[in-house]
């Protein structure tokens, strides 16, 4: 059931400037990267430093709770096969950061994921381990339990549906199912693949429509369904691999801009004109362009390696100076 009181007559540019007059703003992008073995803290203006860095553990995935300064990240080791939840509570540092809480009491395989804000849990998905699927653990890092146990390549919790939505990479398919564990089941098959990510865009934004977004790794797309509960028809909203394409990249690691209505993904450079970075794009209906894309780190040059490897996974979150909470809406 949706929870009471999203999208009944909020004013939007008042929920913006929530955080006391400063001004609602994006104040870092958190990179996460199995191969290099690091954590990239990527500022707006495009200044990337390495806020965390391991020596064997994996960060496969990260997410941040704006309204608390935290960030969490899930690792994981296959050699040896270590699970690790770091919580990092001062997001204020550049480099050099250290976990305020570290917990490797669980078997699940770190991966990509969402903080839920009424709930103060974490919510990932994996697709090793033991069991596979999505899981999640109180803020705290003290409680773990897995909600759904069919492959979870990312997942989002979005509070007008009151719906966790997951994306299964094995079997192209999406599905949905609540926080409690209950009512999980397949929505329908997608047309995507391995490593795959997926956005719930506000259905103000969308000409009041309640479609899923899903960033198609290795095929290089942004697809837009007709619907959250059953896939419908696709849209390739933004193919930056089609021949017409000059940029050509890989799509990683989606996730939606609240500050700035934007989608913002890290692609990796696949043959064209495209460097690997972070990229923004204005969030509308209709498909985009491209050319409308706006680069706004190029990780390459920060000394990555993880360009091109679709099996090694990779995580993104957003940091924003307060917490968005209120703008998880579909109507205002």
Not at 49 to 56: E, G, L, Q, V
Not at 128 to 144: C, E, M, Q
Not at 150 to 171: F, K, L, M, Q, R
Request: with cysteine.
């Amino acid at each position: 059931m949706p929870r009471l009181g999203f999208g009944l007559g909020l004013d939007v540019g008042k929920a913006a400037a929530s955080d006391g007059g400063g001004g609602f703003a994006v104040s870092a992008y958190f990179y996460a990267s199995e191969r290099d073995k690091k954590v990239y803290k990527i500022k707006p203006d495009g200044t990337i430093t390495i806020f965390k860095s391991y020596a064997t553990l994996e960060p496969n995935g990260c997410a941040v709770d704006s309204a608390n300064g935290r960030l969490f990240v899930m690792c994981g080791d296959a050699s040896p096969a270590t699970r690790q939840i770091d919580r990092f509570d001062d997001l204020s540092l550049d480099t050099g950061a250290t976990a305020a809480v570290s917990v490797s009491s669980h078997t699940a395989y770190g991966g990509a994921g969402r903080y839920v804000y009424h709930s103060d849990e974490l919510i990932w998905g994996s697709e090793l381990g033991t069991p596979d699927g999505i899981h999640k653990v109180n803020g705290a890092l003290t409680t773990f339990t897995t909600i759904d146990t069919a492959d979870g390549t990312d997942c989002e919790y979005w509070p007008p549906d009151d719906e966790v939505y997951s994306h299964d990479g094995v079997a192209n398919r999406f599905r949905s199912g609540n926080l409690d564990a209950s009512s999980w089941a397949n929505r329908g098959g997608v047309t995507s693949g391995f490593e795959s990510s997926l956005v719930v865009p506000p259905a103000y934004l969308m000409g009041g429509n309640q479609y899923l977004m899903i960033g198609e790794a290795s095929g290089g797309r942004i697809d837009r369904y007709t619907s959250r509960t059953a896939p419908g028809s696709r849209l390739s909203w933004l193919d930056v691999t089609a021949a017409s394409s000059t940029i050509k990249l890989q799509v990683r690691c989606l996730r939606f801009d609240y500050a700035n209505n934007r989608l913002i993904f890290v692609g990796h450079d696949n043959g064209g004109t495209g460097v690997f970075g972070l990229y923004s794009i204005p969030i509308q209906e209709g498909a985009q362009a491209e050319g409308n894309l706006t680069l706004i780190a190029d990780i390459g040059a920060a000394g990555s390696t993880a360009r091109h490897l679709i099996d090694d996974d990779q995580g993104l979150a957003i940091a924003y100076t307060s917490s968005p909470e209120a703008l998880f809406i579909d109507s205002v």
